[in-house]
């Protein structure tokens, strides 16, 4: 059964780049393009997507659009993936989005869109109810974290960023063995040590953990 998505993109240009790679996917279906928020608000409750694909700020007035869409959803139609495109990476918008929980949710970098295989297994995941942050989101909310002070931010290695990256897209120990070419033994390892430095809780729920170490790097409080 094919994933029906709602696009939500006030650039023209862009909004017609997407529809075609999303066009271009056997098990995606486009079956709204929208260009505000009361449009794809309309829409979402008219059709009821598996998920909707939308930019943060577009009009009436270009400056959280998505994140109430994001927000709408969750309330009227909770099992609704959305994924927020943003230029760029802003905590509060993170934070945001993952307020009222990680599941079903992702944050995607718009530069990352023209890669179709990145786009297409980040709507997938979310339809699903898992949750996908542009890895490039996860590396600056550490530098920040760092820049700003935070002690445990600071004592993350390089590999484990990376490692946190990965986690962040919602993939799981084998799969992160396999893309940085390491052991899955060597994966839990550096698990461990993330959520040691962090302070935070390792349970089995890969979700909501990704959601707790992007609040702590974004600097909100539990």
Do not use: W
Request: proline residues 4%; charged residues 25%.
């Amino acid at each position: 059964m094919s994933l029906r998505i709602i696009l939500a993109e006030d650039n023209a240009l862009l909004r017609a780049g997407i529809r075609e790679l999303v066009r271009g996917a056997d098990d995606l279906e486009l079956v709204a393009v929208c260009g505000d928020l009361p449009g794809l608000l309309s829409a979402v409750d008219e059709l009821a997507p598996n998920v909707v694909l939308t930019d943060i700020r577009m009009p009436p007035s270009r400056t959280d659009e998505g994140i109430q869409a994001a927000l709408h959803c969750r309330l009227t139609h909770p099992e609704m993936g959305v994924v927020l495109l943003s230029q760029y990476v802003d905590p509060a918008y993170v934070r945001r989005l993952l307020d009222r929980g990680a599941e079903g949710r992702g944050y995607l970098l718009k530069e990352r869109v023209a890669d179709v295989d990145e786009l297409v297994t980040a709507l997938r995941t979310v339809a699903s109810g898992g949750s996908v942050i542009d890895p490039q989101v996860i590396h600056a909310l550490a530098r920040r974290g760092a820049a700003r002070g935070d002690s445990a931010v600071a004592q993350l290695s390089a590999r484990e960023i990376e490692v946190l990256g990965e986690m962040a897209r919602g993939r799981s120990n084998a799969a992160i063995a396999t893309s940085l070419v390491i052991t899955q033994r060597a994966v839990e390892k550096h698990i461990n040590s993330i959520f040691a430095k962090l302070g935070v809780r390792n349970d089995d729920e890969l979700h909501p953990r990704v959601r707790a170490v992007l609040l702590y790097l974004s600097g909100a409080t539990s």
